[in-house]
């Protein structure tokens, strides 16, 4: 029997990174709507257990994994076969985890900035990739979503810690696109833009947070690249420039 129109993901489990808080918390929130079961993982307890108070209020279920994606390599490496040996599958990849570090001349990047940074915003997608792989092929619709930045298309001074890590979590994602083009899994960048989340606010302080869009927003254009039904792929999609 297939799923009602308005819970298109029931049965379906979905694996969301930065889940404690912004455009993660909101995607975890919508996929659950949807009737996902959302595995949710982030470095702070107390934000995971606010996600899911709110995924609760919609009706939805999830469990919660607390996880430091710099310190936590070895259980991150086993995410994908935990998933599978507790749920049976796993479906969809939402990877909205990531970190600003500093914004500074390149030429005064200091090696611990620099290794949080691509630890965070290059080695954990990998890691994820290599953990998530096997179970979103054997699924029967697998999708993944993965956070970019329009820095990488448009390089800015003092950006280049920022964009050096999403730059190469943006080819590597487009390079695991063109190698399971010939499969079910469906595999896609996101561009959410200008969203008020602390991420924004720190880099930002000046800004308007009122006068962005908020994460809630992005939350349905991610959802709807985890449909069974999607058939974009390798793309990177701009959710503000496409409305």
């Given amino acids: 029997m297939s799923a009602p129109a308005e819970r298109p993901l029931a049965g379906a489990v979905a694996l969301v990174t930065?889940?404690?808080?912004?455009?993660?918390?909101?995607a975890a929130v919508e996929l659950a709507r949807l009737g996902a079961h959302c595995?949710?993982?982030?470095?702070?307890?107390?934000?995971?257990?606010?996600t899911d108070d709110a995924i609760r209020a919609a009706g939805g279920a999830a469990t919660l994994f607390p996880l430091d994606l710099v310190r936590?390599?070895?259980?991150l490496d086993m995410l994908g076969p935990s998933i599978v040996s507790r749920f049976g599958r796993l479906d969809i990849l939402v990877h909205a985890a990531g970190v600003l570090s500093k914004l500074t001349p390149v030429a005064h990047?200091?090696?611990?900035?620099?290794?949080?940074a691509v630890a965070v915003n290059l080695s954990a997608c990998w890691r994820l990739i290599r953990t998530c792989d096997p179970p979103l092929r054997a699924a029967p619709a697998g999708r993944a979503v993965v956070l970019?930045?329009?820095?990488?298309?448009?390089p800015a001074a003092y950006w280049g810690l920022y964009g050096a890590g999403k730059a190469g979590q943006e080819h590597l994602v487009r390079a695991w696109a063109a190698e399971v083009a010939n499969t079910r899994l469906?595999?896609?960048?996101?561009?959410?833009?200008?969203?008020?989340?602390?991420?924004?606010?720190?880099?930002?302080?000046?800004?308007?947070?009122?006068?962005?869009?908020?994460p809630a927003d992005i939350a349905p254009a991610i959802a709807a690249l985890c449909l069974p039904e999607?058939?974009?792929?390798?793309?990177?999609v701009r959710v503000q420039e496409a409305g």
């Fill in 186 to 214: 469906r595999v896609n960048l996101l561009d959410p833009g200008p969203v008020a989340t602390m991420l924004r606010g720190t880099a930002m302080p000046g800004e308007d947070p009122r006068r962005l869009a908020q």
């Fill in 39 to 50: 595995v949710l993982t982030a470095r702070t307890q107390g934000g995971l257990e606010e």
């Fill in 18 to 26: 930065g889940a404690s808080r912004g455009i993660g918390a909101a």
């Fill in 230 to 236: 999607e058939t974009r792929h390798g793309t990177v």
């Fill in 109 to 116: 990047i200091m090696p611990r900035d620099w290794q949080e």
């Fill in 148 to 154: 970019t930045d329009g820095v990488v298309a448009r």
């Fill in 72 to 75: 936590g390599a070895e259980q």
